[in-house]
């Protein structure tokens, strides 16, 4: 088998015909009342945002889309359930279905009780979670029906500051706001998910239904500034066309449990490890058939990859942001021929055996006018998970859409390129 073989069943960029799409237009109207979009107000539309992965988790519909599964609310309720149920079963199984949001927060239901009694905060009351910001400054949004008496006292108990303001309350370090960066090993606390880890006394924003917190008292302090603003001005949920065609449009195209909103360097990557293990007479003649076929894509601004639910049926989409509807147009036609012929660097199968054994099939790609943008919308159908078991465990809800977010975060989206690289 000669390299360009090799290098094609790894990598599989290329097709051999592009086989055209017929591809529609539909227009989605900006709205400002879908969930995703209320939080995207207030995130600050500034370069470290939009430099930033933003993951999005709308914990209870994620438990709601699972049939059965145990309404539970609170801890008392998680306490008093019957954990030989089905209804308990199948909560757990829609719980192992989270792939976004922060990982120290809403999966952390293992030490809900422990957390409660350090924080306050109730974590089956969350609803959704919003994150942006790279560390240190990671910041969480998270929305839903909390005691703000209790978490306000409970902080107070552990050396926090309030700083009352209206309805709202800031609480920080004795030492200040920005003294949330600072670690100190001897105050090192597990249950307390909001910097415990790191022993840090970050600050945190309460307001009705709110709870705001980042280690970096300046990235909070943004939003903060948001929530206060009536017109919200400044923010990706109002500023930001890319983001607002977005969200607008996974607002509208179904119940949307999770997503991940990326900057186009995130998922326009190429493994070129291949490449650069080949002698320099290997790579010219591989990087010659590749280029003899490659159909490359214009550039794009913004990248979805969400899941959602409609109906009887779950979607994942991977939606691409442009100015231009000609390019949108162009991407809907060569994206999935390299769909088909890409071949997972991690799992070493073609992408689309890996879409099937989860019982799930391409839909094909689309062209949606949203705003003044226009998206080329991929999508992947598969039925919702039901009672199915394996070894007398109930499926985990979203395992299709874990199969995309593990792509992004292991750069196996070499499908989504919108050029070859040069290799020296």
């Not at 995703?36 to 933003?54: G, H």
């Not at 002698?279 to 058939?289: C, G, Y």
């Amino acid at each position: 088998m000669s390299y360009s073989s090799v290098f094609r069943r790894i990598c599989a960029l290329v097709c051999v015909v592009l086989v055209s799409l017929a591809c529609f237009a539909p227009v989605y109207a900006q709205t400002t009342t879908n969930p995703l979009l209320d939080l995207l107000k207030f995130v600050p539309n500034t370069a470290m945002a939009l430099q930033s992965e933003i993951s999005y988790l709308d914990f209870r519909a994620l438990i709601e889309s699972r049939s059965g599964a145990a309404d539970i609310r609170s801890v008392a309720d998680w306490l008093a359930a019957d954990r030989d149920s089905d209804s308990f079963g199948l909560f757990m199984a829609a719980l192992l279905g989270i792939s976004a949001g922060d990982g120290d927060i809403v999966v952390s239901y293992n030490r809900a009780e422990e957390i409660l009694a350090a924080t306050g905060v109730d974590l089956f009351a969350i609803e959704r979670e919003l994150t942006f910001a790279a560390p240190p400054a990671n910041t969480t949004l998270l929305s839903g029906a909390f005691d703000l008496g209790s978490i306000e006292a409970a902080f107070l108990a552990h050396d926090y500051v309030s700083q009352p303001q209206g309805d709202t309350t800031l609480l920080c370090s004795p030492n200040g706001c920005d003294d949330g960066l600072r670690i100190d090993l001897k105050k090192i606390d597990p249950a307390n998910p909001f910097g415990g880890k790191l022993g840090r006394l970050e600050p945190i924003f309460l307001a009705p239904g709110y709870l705001f917190n980042s280690a970096d008292s300046s990235v909070l302090s943004q939003s903060v500034g948001l929530y206060k603003s009536a017109s919200k001005s400044g923010s990706l949920g109002v500023d930001n066309p890319d983001y607002v065609a977005l969200a607008d449009y996974l607002g509208v195209a179904g119940t949307l449990l999770q997503a991940y909103l990326l900057p186009a360097s995130f998922v326009d990557t190429f493994d070129v490890g291949m490449l650069t293990r080949l002698t320099p007479e290997q790579r010219e003649r591989v990087l010659k058939e590749l280029a003899a076929d490659f159909q490359p894509i214009a550039a794009y601004s913004l990248v979805g990859i969400a899941h959602s639910v409609s109906g009887a049926e779950q979607l994942v989409t991977v939606t691409l942001v442009y100015d231009q509807e000609a390019d949108a147009q162009a991407a809907a036609e060569i994206l999935p021929d390299r769909l088909r012929s890409y071949v997972s660097l991690v799992a070493r199968r073609p992408l689309l055996d890996l879409i099937e054994d989860r019982g799930a099939a391409f839909d094909g790609a689309t062209v949606v006018e949203s705003g003044d943008r226009y998206l080329t919308v991929l999508t992947f159908r598969a039925p919702l998970e039901g009672d199915q078991q394996i070894d007398g465990r109930y499926v985990a809800s979203g395992i299709l859409f874990r199969l995309f977010s593990n792509a992004w975060l292991t750069r196996d989206t070499g499908w989504l390129v919108t050029t070859l690289p040069e290799v020296k």
